[in-house]
């Protein structure tokens, strides 16, 4: 019998979810309303404003800000290089810490360790072993009869010494990431390729890699997300520097909220971030449901 | 019974004392003696019983520090009441309205004769549109520390002119023939002591930022003047090392704490670590001088030191006044330059027996105190220098050539000038 308290199955879980949809909203979609209505207002603390609405003023000028532009370019090219970076030395981590040999465990630990550490420390880490009196990557290049190079201060050098270090870190991620599809794959299907008489490459290409575009794809938004957001490398290594050279998104958005207190202007930033993380994740979504589909 | 009566009575009479006692919070950084203070608080508390005074302690420098108080009071927090600021700061904390006006416990006869004692500079810092914002705490400026020991072995006596000190450290650094041994040390990171290094030879050729009317009166010609003199210690005359975009102002202390630097441009702050850090090997050999003069120009040195202001939010201002007080007086000062060799911002300190026994350099220390200039003055200030220290730091890691970076640095400051 139905008694009036009764719910129906659909009023159920829309009781069910009304707590996490309270909560992601006071989390998630309050702040990101209230960035995007500061976005338009003319708030600056240091002038005292009021926080004027000013239309699209805070974006025009980011279109006129070359720093802007540089930030955008210095992020760009982080992802470009760490993404790809990262997701084939995790790729063959991975595979390492997935073989039916002893060395699996040490590889499996070792993956543990970049992944569990704050992102700062890897960045403190690293400005130490680049710097240029004391470091230790000099130190190996004196030993080899090379002279000191100055990897902190040469724009190129800083680049590539800041990347290098985002890749060490994160692989790490896309590593698990990897090594929890991998095991996903049934065994039957190698001991059947085997049979069959296919090669190492050969089993690689055609089970290993199809199989394991699931798990890729997540790792690759995920990979691609925070490298959009990359901060506390850069600023822990090189503070964005020299001049502006390894200056990011994220550190230039700072840079203008919490050290410039333009608000209005910072908010505009990180709205112009904020979509770029969007088009990127639709992007790796639609992909995912394509090959779904298939 | 009796007893339990007499109990809850004592209990009630302790919670009454217990609600009536104030607790104050201090924010000061990690730089500035967090142990020397607490002994100074302690004093306080002392002799005044009803209150307790904490210390909250920040980053170890003045950007961390501003980074985590703007935090605190955008979101209008009340947890602090006192708090210690740099000097470039008074302005954009009266901008954002996050300090409390002395005024508003300072007749203006008192108020003038309290400013009278501090040093002028100090004064001047701490007014910002006709408002007292904050009182100083102690003072500070740019030397040129030298190697006594180095210098006295080549005949030399302490530079007087930037050529000199060129010329010495050329001729000290081919007759030592050490690797480890640099010339002539200056901040050229990513950090505020760089955008001293870049002011000091505007200032030295007898330039500034700004004209009295606080307008832009900096020509794109001084600030390539500037930057070309700094790349050439590295470049020309080979004194500075070619990293010098990476030196901080304490790499370059613990370096020359090393034995590493002849010459270095520092605040007050290094004698102390010269003198007492346990692994120090330059105890005894470091002279303090005044900051070499530019050829023809004058000595310029930059202007430091720290402010106590109360927190616009806070819910004991009438306290924290008092404290503030205290904490600005020359009884304290007295104690921070005996301990923690911090310059006093009171003119007669710095003939005071006591002080000059453990800091002699101290006696020629008023002059350059009393003629160091200060950084602009504006309440976009963190803005201004973002532009100079970044310029510079492009300069020494050689990605714009120093016209290059004059021209972007007066472009940055036109914007902010609106001129």
């Known amino acids: 019998m139905r008694r009036p308290w009764d719910l129906s199955e659909r009023a159920l879980a829309f009781f069910f979810l009304v707590p996490a949809f309270l909560l992601l909203s006071l989390v998630a979609v309050y702040p990101a309303a209230h960035l995007f209505l500061t976005s338009f207002r003319e708030l600056h603390l240091a002038l005292g404003t009021q926080g004027a609405f000013v239309g699209l003023a805070n974006y025009r000028q980011l279109l006129e800000d070359a720093r802007f532009w540089n930030a955008l370019r210095v992020t760009l090219e982080i992802v470009l290089v760490t993404v790809p970076g990262a997701t084939l030395f995790g790729l063959a981590l991975a595979l390492m810490a997935n073989l039916p040999y002893g060395i699996k465990w040490p590889v499996r630990l070792g993956l543990l360790l970049p992944w569990a550490m704050p992102l700062v420390f890897a960045g403190l880490i690293f400005r130490w072993f680049f710097e240029s009196d004391f470091g230790i990557v000099n130190d190996v290049l004196r030993r080899l009869g090379q002279g000191p190079l100055f990897w902190l201060t040469d724009p190129i050098l800083a680049f590539w010494a800041v990347a290098l270090s985002i890749v060490w870190k994160t692989s790490s991620f896309v590593a698990l990431v990897l090594l929890a599809g991998l095991q996903s794959i049934p065994r039957e299907y190698y001991e059947a390729a085997r049979v069959d008489g296919a090669g190492a490459l050969q089993i690689f290409w055609r089970i290993t890699l199809p199989l394991l575009k699931p798990a890729l794809l997540v790792a690759l938004i995920f990979r691609t997300l925070t490298a959009l957001q990359t901060f506390d490398i850069p600023y822990a290594m090189t503070g964005g520097g020299p001049g502006h050279a390894t200056e990011t998104l994220a550190m230039f958005i700072r840079t203008q909220s919490v050290e410039n207190l333009n608000l209005g202007y910072g908010s505009a930033a990180a709205m112009t971030l904020f979509a770029l993380s969007m088009a990127v994740t639709s992007l790796y979504l639609r992909h995912l449901q394509a090959t779904e589909g298939e | ?419």
Not at chain 2, 63 to 76: A, C, I, P
Not at chain 2, 106 to 117: N, V
Not at chain 2, 264 to 277: R, S
């Open chain 2, 1 to 419: 019974m009796v007893t339990r009566v007499w109990l809850l009575v004592l209990a009630f009479l302790a919670s009454v004392a217990f609600a009536q006692q104030v607790r104050l919070k201090v924010f000061i950084g990690g730089q500035q003696r967090p142990d020397v203070m607490r002994r100074i608080l302690d004093v306080y508390e002392q002799r005044n019983p009803g209150i307790r005074v904490e210390i909250e302690v920040g980053g170890a420098t003045s950007d961390q520090q501003q980074q985590y108080l703007t935090t605190v009071l955008t979101s209008r927090d009340p947890s602090l009441d006192v708090i210690l600021i740099d000097i470039i700061r008074p302005a954009q904390y009266r901008a954002a309205g996050w300090s409390e006006t002395l005024d508003r416990y300072l007749p203006s006869a008192t108020r003038d004769q309290l400013l009278r004692r501090y040093l002028p500079a100090y004064v001047q810092a701490n007014i910002v549109d006709g408002a007292l914002v904050a009182l100083p705490a102690f003072a500070d400026a740019q030397f040129l520390y030298y190697r006594k020991d180095l210098l006295d072995k080549y005949g030399f006596k302490p530079p007087v002119t930037w050529d000199e000190a060129i010329r010495q450290a050329q001729i000290i650094l081919q007759g030592e023939r050490d690797p480890n041994l640099n010339g002539i040390g200056f901040m050229g990171n990513i950090s505020e002591g760089t955008v001293c290094t870049f002011l000091l030879p505007i200032w030295a050729m007898g330039a500034d930022v700004t004209d009295e009317k606080g307008r832009l009166s900096l020509t794109e010609e001084q600030a390539r003047r500037s930057l070309q003199f700094w790349l050439d210690l590295m470049d020309r005359h080979r004194v500075s090392p070619p990293n010098m975009a990476e030196k901080a102002q304490d790499t370059i202390r613990r370096e020359m704490q090393q034995g590493r630097w002849i010459f270095a441009t520092l605040f007050a702050y290094a004698w102390n670590h010269f003198q007492n850090d346990p692994d120090s090997r330059v105890k005894d050999k470091i002279g303090v001088a005044v900051m070499p003069r530019f050829e023809g120009g004058r000595s310029a040195s930059c202007l430091g030191g720290w402010q106590w202001t109360i927190s616009n939010f806070s819910r004991n201002k009438a306290q924290a006044y008092q404290l503030l007080r205290y904490l600005s007086s020359p009884e304290v000062a007295k104690v921070l330059a005996l301990e923690a060799s911090n310059l006093p911002a009171f003119p007669e300190l710095y003939r005071d027996p006591d002080i000059l026994r453990l800091n002699p350099w101290f006696r020629d220390a008023l002059p350059v105190v009393m003629s160091a200039r200060a950084r602009p003055v504006h309440p976009r200030y963190p803005e201004i220098a973002d532009a100079m220290r970044r310029g510079l730091n492009a300069v020494l890691a050689r990605t714009r050539t120093p016209e290059q970076a004059a021209r972007e640095i007066l472009q940055g400051l036109r914007t902010i000038y609106g001129q």
